[in-house]
């Protein structure tokens, strides 16, 4: 999603207007929180990556680092340092039985169970990617992003982005493989 | 087109199972645009004024303009001036004292003055390197001293080899606590004064006596097992830390330790404290550590096998040390069995590790800490 007068927003955002900081607020969070939450598959912590960035992004403004322009890309590569560094702090989590799984007759736990550990799978072979690699995957894949948007999120030519894309699915292929062979073990 | 067709369907299967994103709570969001910008009212006040109007030693006056704007007359005295101050008051106000003190060795009435200037001194220094900077130099001093002491003729006291093990100790400490990519850096700088300060010592000639004799024999085993442990510690800076902060609770068991035996006789039976929070790894057969009953908080890392420091279980192994049987066949496992049956004073005899001990005073008697005559 792309923001009318975007620049307009920002010199209104840097002068710490309410109204603009609000607008942004409405129109970033939900992505974030959504590209937070496929990373991490917990929602606090998704909330927290969301609440972080956008404190660190006043604190850039008020500092006057803030951005000139591509506030989404902004925006997002301050989500993607603090899941980066989260992933650095935190070793990776075993899909854990949950008493709280709800019953149901069509969502059985251990069906349940069975989606929870793919998703966990596919987050850890997404985790042993480059940082750059795994921006790039989730941005494009996911969020839908073009080239020129997911470059300048990464503040790389988008020669450079095309390179990290085709590295990026190769290693994931062959993870979701070495995954596929130790889970059937 | 969805960007998605262009992948391999195995891939993009995979990534699909991404796509369910669970409804992110709508008081969540609210919750968190507000804190947002409750956030940004605060950081649009500010906290501070501008930079134009913060003090720099012009005062502030309702009226003020630029003709009668004035410096402060008496600026702010600082905290460090402050201590420096008081240090110079508390010496008697005389910075001649001190500096007089700075030649005498142990035995003389300044030494203790001598101490107390560089602990001021090391007490100012903020920045971890200029203190690895400052203790190698007292470093040299102690061995100055030691030198000079044996030139003419008198015996190094107990003391003074503990006060220079214990130097050695605080520049290897603080070393430590250096940034990771320089710690190895700053061990190599420890190993070649040390080095140098042992070939020194090889062609340093006593009185003949021969208790000058062992002490000088003593304080070459120290440098030798300092060295050694900083070539064991570049392969394993873990492995130092943890020796140091065993080896420091046993020298002052009463500082830390509530569980610290009373009786020595306790040690034959395993600790029963309850348990060792800071081992959680495997135990490795024949190291004595376990996680057993026994309390050993001063732990903090994954114990080297056969080192035989642990938790409880060790207890009963201590004891055989101390009786001279060890059992496990590494004189080492000085530390194991603690709890409360644990850390003991007789275990010294195995420990052949760093000690760290206060600062004696040069003008008290010189017995000999605990393991001072253990290691020897």
């Not at chain 1, 069975?114 to 790039?136: G, H, I, M, Y």
């Not at chain 2, 008697?92 to 001194?121: N, R």
């Not at chain 2, 300092?226 to 492995?239: K, T, V, W, Y």
Request: net charge negative; glycine share 8%.
């Amino acid at each position: 999603m792309t923001v009318p007068n975007e620049q307009n927003l920002l010199r209104r955002a840097k002068s710490f207007d309410t109204d603009a900081l609000g607008l942004i607020y409405d129109t970033y969070s939900p992505a974030l929180y959504r590209y937070a939450f496929r990373l991490l598959g917990d929602e606090n912590l998704a909330e927290d990556c969301v609440a972080d960035t956008f404190s660190r992004f006043l604190k850039a403004l008020q500092s006057r680092q803030g951005p000139d322009n591509f506030m989404k890309a902004y925006l997002f590569r301050i989500a993607h340092n603090w899941v980066t560094d989260h992933y650095r702090r935190q070793a990776p989590t075993m899909v854990e039985l949950d008493e709280s799984l709800p019953g149901s007759d069509s969502e059985k736990p251990e069906l349940q169970m069975d989606d929870r550990f793919e998703k966990q799978q596919v987050r850890l072979a997404l985790r042993t990617l480059t940082p750059d690699q795994r921006q790039v995957l989730i941005l494009k894949y996911f969020e839908g992003w073009q080239n020129d948007e997911v470059a300048a999120a990464l503040q790389r030519p988008v020669g450079a982005v095309k390179a990290l894309q085709h590295r990026a699915l190769e290693t994931l292929g062959k993870r979701l493989v070495d995954l596929e062979k130790v889970s059937q073990q | 087109m969805n960007p998605r067709d262009e992948l391999d369907p195995v891939i993009a299967g995979k990534l699909k199972v991404l796509d369910d994103i669970s409804e992110r709570s709508s008081q969540r969001a609210a919750d968190g645009k507000a804190a947002f910008l409750n956030e940004s009212v605060m950081l649009k006040k500010g906290v501070s004024p501008e930079a134009s109007r913060r003090h720099k030693n012009w005062k502030e006056q309702p009226n003020s303009n630029f003709l009668v704007r004035r410096k402060e007359l008496k600026p702010m005295i600082s905290t460090v001036t402050s201590i420096i101050l008081a240090i110079a008051l508390l010496l008697g106000g005389s910075g001649v004292t001190v500096a007089a003190a700075q030649a005498s060795v142990p035995g003389d009435l300044l030494y203790d003055l001598k101490l107390l200037s560089e602990d001021a001194v090391m007490g100012l220094t903020a920045d971890p390197e200029a203190q690895l900077d400052l203790t190698l130099n007292l470093l040299d001093r102690r061995a100055d001293e030691i030198q000079t002491l044996l030139d003419s003729g008198e015996v190094i006291t107990d003391d003074v080899q503990t006060q220079y093990r214990d130097q050695i100790e605080e520049a290897i400490m603080l070393a430590l606590n250096l940034p990771e990519g320089q710690v190895v850096q700053a061990f190599e700088r420890i190993q070649t004064r040390l080095q140098t300060e042992e070939q020194i010592m090889l062609q340093t000639h006593t009185n003949g006596s021969e208790t000058a004799l062992m002490s000088l024999t003593q304080l070459r085993d120290t440098i030798q097992e300092r060295l050694q442990i900083l070539e064991n510690g570049q392969a394993n800076l873990l492995q130092i830390q943890e020796q140091l902060q065993n080896q420091e609770q046993i020298n002052n068991p009463d500082q830390k330790s509530t569980n610290a035996p009373t009786d020595a006789g306790s040690d034959t039976a395993p600790g029963t404290g309850d348990g060792n929070p800071w081992t959680t790894g495997t135990p490795t057969p024949g190291s004595g550590y376990g996680s057993g009953e026994g309390s050993n908080p001063w732990t903090t890392g994954t114990p080297t096998p056969g080192s035989g420091y642990g938790s409880g279980e060790a207890g009963a192994q201590a004891t055989d040390m101390v009786t001279g049987e060890d059992t496990a066949g590494n004189g080492n496992a000085s530390i194991g069995g603690s709890g409360n049956g644990g850390n003991t004073t007789t275990v010294y005899y195995y420990t052949p590790t760093l000690t760290r001990t206060p600062r004696p005073s040069s003008s008290g008697n010189s017995q000999s800490s605990g393991n001072q005559g253990g290691n020897r």
